[in-house]
């Protein structure tokens, strides 16, 4: 045998996805990413994307999970948890006992909340106080088109929806940052702290309302409030309301091989998920799509990966069959649907190239994540990893191995860790991004059509 053969027969070569795509698979590529960019101009938040994937769920006839309900095959599935996360099911040919396979993804993306006290004014200038959620450069979000979105509990008790700045007949909002011409002493600043949590602060207005008193400005910007929601400043500390980059997804690149947008990380993965979900008919074992709140914090709460809103829906699956919940917990499959970080050559510094994830070579597969010595991974086994190789290489998904950075370089985490604590056989994999948690995220095509098929894959395995 030649060294050429040896090669070929031994050794990895991995191709640009682009290599192999056929006129079909383009066009249904194409398709797939124009339905995703719609599903993010209409989702910036989790109770946005919660209520759009029950809206759909219940279109294609899935219905809300009740106790006791009678459970069998081809049942449609789902549970709204109080408007912020949800899961939904297809229950399989196989009984529970048997296990179910399970794509995890989370919904909430960095951000700026408003505090329970925002509307101020000083020096004429009406604003917003905030505090960040999740991680964020906070000199990104300076000098940028600003939205508000979400939603307010008024003392009467009635809910309302506020969204600003995403009409084009809207204004936007903005945080303002310092001028070069007087910036000597910021520009020596380190980048943390260039501009800090307390500044920012997002601008509302200038315009006073006529007539004698202070805080004018406040004072017209909340009767625009008033006027078009009905609130008053006391409902702020019933609402839950957050500033987002405004704007829609936009293809990038003059071959527009990219897509643009805020919240890649992770609905990216979650639309994938649901879209898998929709087309797979009536899977052998139970399919499960899970689109989580608060990971960006760590998955705490009640809508978060760490609660036991999981148990409670699976649980009300498995007693409709006679099944023990752990022991469809011990049987079952996830894969912990996240992002990954996209080998930059601007900063190939930070990354192992032999072992990054890179645009347009398919999903991205983590045998772990964490930090340093793989703190808060879920370290998935060969079995596992072996597992979706072989699911991922039947089904002709594009896949490719990543890590994040190199090892002291720094980290994240995924919801992996908390599935695994069920004792779930979980394995990360995801869509490669650049400019993670930034207020305009990049992703390939490719990448997302890949994680399709990917996680349809998953559900019938």
């Known amino acids: 045998m030649t060294n050429e053969e040896l090669k070929n027969s031994l050794l990895m070569a991995p191709k640009n996805g682009y290599t192999t795509l056929t006129a079909d698979q383009r066009a249904e590529m194409e398709a797939y990413c124009k339905r995703y960019m719609a599903f993010m101009d209409a989702c910036k938040t989790e109770r946005e994307a919660t209520t759009w994937a029950a809206a759909e769920a219940e279109k294609r006839g899935f219905v809300p999970a009740v106790p006791g309900m009678e459970i069998k095959p081809g049942d449609k599935i789902y549970m709204n948890n109080r408007g912020k996360a949800i899961i939904l099911a297809v229950i399989g040919t196989e009984p529970l006992s048997a296990g179910s396979n399970i794509c995890a993804a989370h919904v909430d993306s960095p951000r700026a909340d408003l505090k329970p006290n925002p509307l101020y004014e000083d020096s004429e200038i009406a604003y917003f106080k905030t505090h960040y959620y999740g991680g964020i450069k906070k000199y990104q979000w300076v000098t940028v088109p600003l939205a508000l979105h979400g939603v307010v509990y008024r003392k009467d008790g009635s809910v309302i929806t506020v969204t600003v700045g995403e009409d084009d007949s809207d204004p936007v909002l903005m945080i303002s940052d310092l001028l070069i011409h007087l910036s000597g002493d910021q520009m020596q600043k380190t980048a943390s702290q260039v501009i800090t949590g307390e500044q920012l602060n997002v601008i509302l207005g200038t315009e006073p309302l006529a007539g ?21 400043e006391s409902d702020f500390l019933s609402a839950e309301l957050t500033i987002v980059p405004a704007g829609k997804a936009r293809e990038v690149g003059l071959d527009r091989s990219l897509i643009g947008a805020y919240g890649h990380d992770d609905r990216v993965c979650a639309y994938a998920e649901l879209e898998a979900l929709w087309s797979i008919g009536t899977p052998a074992k139970t399919a499960v799509c899970i689109l989580a709140d608060k990971e960006e914090i760590g998955s705490v709460g009640i809508s978060g990966m760490q609660s036991e809103a999981f148990e ?29 970080n996209a080998f930059d050559p601007n900063f190939a510094e930070t990354c192992d190239r032999r072992n990054n994830s890179k645009l347009n070579y398919g999903v991205a597969i983590f045998k772990y994540t964490g930090s340093r010595g793989k703190g808060g991974a879920s370290d998935a086994s060969a079995e596992a990893m072996g597992h979706i190789r072989t699911t991922f290489d039947n089904a002709g998904v594009l896949w490719q191995i990543g890590t994040l950075g190199k090892v002291d370089q720094g980290g994240g985490g995924t919801v992996a860790a908390y599935m695994a604590n069920r004792n779930i056989v979980t394995v990360d994999a995801g869509v490669p991004v650049l400019s993670m948690h930034a207020p305009m995220e990049l992703v390939s095509k490719l990448d997302c059509y890949h994680t399709l098929l990917a996680c349809k894959a998953i559900y019938l395995a």
Do not use: P, T
């Not at 202070?214 to 910007?221: A, F, P």
């Not at 009300?316 to 990954?340: H, K, P, T």
């Open 312 to 340: 409670y829906f699976m649980g009300i699956l498995c007693d409709g069959q006679g099944v023990n919940l752990y022991e469809c917990f011990a049987n079952s499959f996830c894969l912990s649907a996240d992002v990954s």
């Open 212 to 232: 004698e008193g202070s805080d004018l400005v406040k004072l017209h910007i909340m009767k625009l409030l008033n006027e078009k929601y009905g609130l008053i």
